[in-house]
């Protein structure tokens, strides 16, 4: 991300990064900086982008933080619901009118582009405030996760709430991707199925400003010749029984089936709630193994003259099943690929 006027992303991490171990063992409770130890979290629930889903789940990380360094958080619709003297952090979208009024107030302006975000100090309804403001609910993420990793992660002076100067920033990139791989039943199993893991994991990614995330089956084999672990290689039949067709993994029970479907439904539907789009990759649509002796799982019930159709309302019944999938990436044969 690109920072106008202020300080760049890198040189900001690098910086609180030594602040860290400064820090290390010294008091960082926000009592020590914030009056009557409170906060005020304004959203108002008639803002579209502040209301969206993953601006409230991002507000609700805040919230966390602020809690975790001593604060007591109350929320409200209007700054002026807050004591006077007290402090508020104003979560909006960029065209609501706080966040006009505070913005012009500030000599702050904030293109109506994607991603696009401004972190300002200003008074709102008499009450001293930071205004967290996004273009659209992406953005409005990326404000909010900045403010809780200043909140948990302070300078060794002042306040972690008080940005200084305005801090404004826009993607340099329109597209942000990571991916993970499975191809080892053995070595992929565990992180797959974990959900502790994947809530921390998937807020790492959204705080360091990624906005797409790919999950990727299929990758391990460019042809299938020598195969030693099948698992999830062609991925219908590890997912789901398809109405019309007796395909199925071999090896396979119809409950680890399910929770595999169940896995990905969960890992899709936490990475859309951070405002990250889900891909799902299917990188093998192969079926037929060759000297594969040591394969585990073979596909059955599935016959060239079935293969294509049963493909097609496979994965139908998938997007059905995981309505969170934002894009599907496919490998259909070499190294070629499409989106759609």
């Not at 979560?91 to 009118?97: C, E, L, Q, R």
């Not at 002042?158 to 340099?172: S, V, Y």
């Not at 073979?298 to 059905?320: K, P, V």
Request: hydrophobic share 40%; net charge neutral.
């Amino acid at each position: 991300m690109n920072h106008r006027p202020s300080i760049h992303r890198r040189e900001f991490l690098r910086r609180t990064g030594l602040a860290g171990g400064v820090l290390a063992g010294a008091p960082q409770a926000l009592a020590q900086l914030r009056k009557n130890n409170a906060v005020y979290l304004v959203l108002n629930p008639f803002d579209p982008i502040a209301s969206a889903a993953p601006a409230q789940w991002a507000a609700q990380e805040l919230q966390q933080a602020l809690v975790e360094q001593g604060a007591t958080v109350h929320r409200c619709e209007r700054p002026e619901q807050a004591p006077a003297g007290e402090f508020c952090v104003i979560v909006s979208g960029s065209h609501a009118p706080l966040a006009l009024a505070a913005l012009k107030s500030s000599g702050v302006s904030i293109p109506d582009e994607p991603e696009n975000l401004v972190l300002v100090n200003t008074k709102a309804g008499g009450r001293q405030a930071l205004l967290a403001c996004g273009s659209d609910s992406r953005a409005l993420v990326y404000a909010l996760l900045e403010v809780a990793e200043r909140v948990r992660r302070p300078l060794p002076v002042g306040d972690p709430l008080n940005i200084g100067t305005p801090a404004l920033e826009r993607p340099a990139n329109e597209v942000r991707s990571v991916m993970r791989q499975f191809t080892s039943e053995t070595l992929d199993k565990p992180w797959f199925y974990d959900r502790e893991m994947w809530p921390h994991y998937l807020t790492m990614l959204a705080a360091e400003r990624f906005n797409r995330f790919h999950l990727a089956f299929g990758l391990g084999y460019d042809s299938l010749q020598q195969v030693a672990d099948s698992y999830t290689l062609f991925l219908y039949p590890f997912l789901l029984a398809v109405p019309g067709y007796n395909v199925r993994a071999s090896n396979l029970a119809d409950s680890e089936r399910d929770r595999n479907l169940e896995t990905l439904r969960f890992i899709s539907e936490q990475t859309v709630a951070r405002g990250i789009e889900f891909e799902l990759g299917i990188w093998m649509h192969g079926y037929q193994l060759a000297n594969s002796p040591r394969a585990r799982n073979i596909i059955e019930g599935l016959t060239a003259q079935t293969h294509a159709s049963y493909c097609r309302d496979a994965l139908t019944t998938l997007l059905r099943a995981c309505p969170a999938v934002s894009s599907v990436g496919l490998r259909i044969h070499g190294e070629s690929a499409f989106h759609f």
